[in-house]
């Protein structure tokens, strides 16, 4: 267990990681990884029961999926911050032949990775299957994953989320980043996911909100909040309020850092504004 400092440590260190894993091949996605951050550091140094000595099987281990999987920055760095590979690795971001890839994948054997992720819509489908297995194999682990607010816009979404809820799967906890932005602007503006806890409750789900998605201390007592609605037949969903670019303030709120490398002096003011904690790779 770690305490908020460790945790807000390793928060500063990520966020050093996603801008210079980006910043380096001058492709990526820091928005979302951003802003995503310390609830991902939060479930890997503090909330999941997992082992870095990596199987894809997961046995008594707690799971985790990101279905938006093109914040793979962020998703990378914690990995290695926790043991998962070298942090060195992190050198080789979207570098030919790297296991390291812009959207995650499994044929290249990193540890920590159980599904390829990218084509949004498909996570929360793959997240109740392993949540179902553990089920039928009496493991009493709990499986997470995370969603991007404009993924909601993929229909498969809803049919998981329906599927979820019939059948009871309280083991499952999927968590929304509702950030406000994606690709081509707000998503108010794309296409409006109106009123995210009604929707959600009106398919079955018990849904909680995490309304300051980049306090540490409020994500850690947001997530044990939700473990402890678990087990209740019904799934679980988080409605995480987050800011796209959070960390960096020429980033923050604005949809053009979705996928949007800085240049050199962009990233020195980054890491100006992220002082070094853990020690860069």
């Excluded at 199987?55 to 999987?69: A, K, Q, R």
């Excluded at 998703?75 to 032949?97: C, D, H, I, M, Q």
């Excluded at 994948?105 to 819509?121: K, Q």
């Excluded at 179902?132 to 499986?143: G, I, S």
Aim: aromatic share 6%; hydrophobic share 40%.
């Amino acid at each position: 267990m770690a305490d908020i400092q460790q945790l807000k440590d390793i928060v500063t260190q990520v966020r050093r990681d996603i801008v210079r894993q980006v910043h380096a091949v001058n492709s990526g996605h820091p928005g979302g990884s951003l802003g995503c951050a310390e609830f991902i550091v939060t479930l890997y140094n503090e909330i999941m029961d997992h082992d870095p000595d990596f199987s894809m099987d997961g046995v008594n281990e707690d799971l985790f999926f990101l279905s938006n999987g093109h914040i793979s920055p962020v998703y990378y760095s914690v990995l290695a911050r926790a043991g998962y590979f070298p942090v060195e690795e992190l050198n080789t971001f979207r570098k030919l032949n790297t296991r390291l890839q812009g959207h995650p994948t499994t044929h290249e054997g990193l540890p920590g990775i159980r599904i390829a992720s990218g084509s949004l819509g498909q996570g929360m489908s793959v997240a109740i299957g392993a949540a179902l297995a553990k089920k039928l194999n009496n493991d009493d682990k709990t499986v997470f994953s995370l969603h991007g607010d404009g993924e909601l816009q993929e229909g498969q979404i809803w049919e998981a989320a329906m599927y979820a809820s019939a059948n009871h799967v309280d083991n499952l906890i999927a968590t929304i980043d509702v950030n406000g932005q994606q690709i081509d602007g707000s998503t108010d503006a794309v296409l409006s996911l109106g009123d995210l806890k009604n929707k959600f409750e009106a398919f079955g789900w018990e849904v909680l909100t995490i309304e300051k998605g980049n306090d540490i201390e409020a994500v850690v007592n947001g997530v044990r909040e939700a473990i402890s609605l678990s087990r209740k037949r019904k799934p679980i969903c988080i409605l995480l309020h987050t800011e796209m670019g959070n960390g960096v303030d020429f980033m923050m709120g604005s949809h053009k850092w979705h996928g949007v490398a800085p240049n050199d002096e962009q990233l020195e003011s980054a890491l100006a504004q992220n002082p070094e904690t853990l020690g860069d790779y």
